[in-house]
């Protein structure tokens, strides 16, 4: 019967790996309010000062009147938004990957 050990180490790696795998999936809590409205106001913010202060630096390397500043604020602004919408997107694909669904209720009859 030594033939049959390794077969029997195999399948019981294979065990342990498969509940170690289980085990291995980190559990993260869901973000706050407050915590989602930081991350799109941060996005949003980053982006209108990264057009603003590009668009000041083209006007005073150019000599130009505030259009770039205007442009840069406008296409910055832009920007936000998208991030926005894609981080909201983001969150609301996280939420229905986490949340289980719910189990069809049969009426009861009495």
């Known amino acids: 019967m030594p033939g049959r050990e390794p077969d029997d180490l195999r399948a ?3 065990r342990i790996e498969e509940a170690r795998g289980k085990k291995a999936q980190p559990v993260t809590p869901p973000p706050s309010a407050m915590g989602i409205a930081f991350r799109f106001a941060t996005e949003l913010g980053a982006a209108l000062f990264v057009g603003a202060a590009l668009g000041w630096l083209l006007d005073k390397f150019l000599h130009t009147s505030p259009i770039f500043l205007i442009v840069m ?8 938004i998208r991030n926005v919408m894609r981080a909201a997107g983001e969150l609301n694909a996280q939420a229905a990957a986490a949340k289980p ?9 009495n």
Do not use: K
């Open 12 to 14: 019981l790696e294979a």
């Open 73 to 80: 604020f406008i296409l910055g602004a832009a920007a936000g």
């Open 101 to 109: 669904t719910a189990a069809p209720q049969e009426d009861e009859e």
